[in-house]
T-cell receptor, first 115, second 112 residues
Framework: AQSVSQHNHHVILSEAASLELGCNYSYGGTVNLFWYVQYPGQHLQLLLKYFSGDPLVKGIKGFEAEFIKSKFSFNLRKPSVQWSDTAEYFCAVNAHTGTASKLTFGTGTRLQVTL | DGGITQSPKYLFRKEGQNVTLSCEQNLNHDAMYWYRQDPGQGLRLIYYSQIVNDFQKGDIAEGYSVSREKKESFPLTVTSAQKNPTAFYLC???????????FGSGTRLTVV
């Protein structure tokens, strides 16, 4: 079964700092990869997704992620964070196993941006 | 607006009682999912359903039950057999995994 690891549990950054959140998955076959964000008191929202093609994926609000197949990684980046980026971020993988489509999520990274 | 409605937002129950969480979608999505979110553990899949009248166990199905009698509805029952039911429960749906999942706003269940 696939699994997802997010090693940064809690990250604190000052506004304008650069962000990189790690995500590694374990599955040797074809995968679809996602980053979701959960702002305080709000629904989980899709930030970006990777299915195929260019491994550098751009999402909403200036976020991007790079798929590195050899490292089984899909790290999330943003050059300059804002206070409004304070939220919890979840990486998820959908492995092509031939069975039903279902996402496996990481444990999440809580990002706190200070003014 | 299309979306997923989970009700109620907060739910309190006494230990030993079964409780049913509602999930309704008007997105015409075939697949629906129930996840449980606990601090530091991310989202864990409880049950999912690809079509009406069919559903599969996820990673932590013990102590839970579901039904899928209508495309729009996927209620989750937390039974008294669930050893640690206090959690935040999220319902999701999708037409196709390419589009990602749409999530509801969640139900916070507290068992006392």
């Amino acid at each position: 079964a696939q699994s997802v690891s997010q090693h940064n549990h809690h990250v604190i950054l000052s506004e304008a700092a650069s962000l990189e959140l790690g995500c590694n998955y374990s599955y040797g076959g074809t995968v679809n990869l996602f980053w979701y964000v959960q702002y305080p008191g709000q629904h989980l929202q899709l930030l970006l997704k990777y299915f195929s093609g260019d491994p550098l994926v751009k999402g909403i609000k200036g976020f991007e992620a790079e798929f590195i197949k050899s490292k089984f990684s899909f790290n999330l980046r943003k050059p300059s964070v804002q206070w409004s980026d304070t939220a919890e971020y979840f990486c998820a993988v959908n492995a092509h196993t031939g069975t039903a489509s279902k996402l496996t999520f990481g444990t999440g990274t809580r990002l706190q941006v200070t003014l | 607006d299309g979306g997923i409605t989970q009700s109620p937002k907060y739910l309190f129950r006494k230990e030993g009682q079964n409780v049913t969480l509602s999930c309704e979608q008007n997105l015409n999505h075939d697949a629906m999912y129930w996840y449980r979110q606990d601090p530091g553990q991310g989202l864990r899949l409880i049950y999912y359903s690809q079509i009406v009248n069919d559903f599969q166990k996820g990673d932590i199905a013990e102590g839970y039950s579901v039904s899928r009698e209508k495309k729009e509805s996927f209620p989750l029952t937390v039974t008294s057999a669930q050893k640690n039911p206090t959690a935040f429960y999220l319902c999701a749906s999708t037409r196709d995994s390419f589009y990602g999942y749409t999530f509801g706003s969640g139900t916070r269940l507290t068992v006392v």
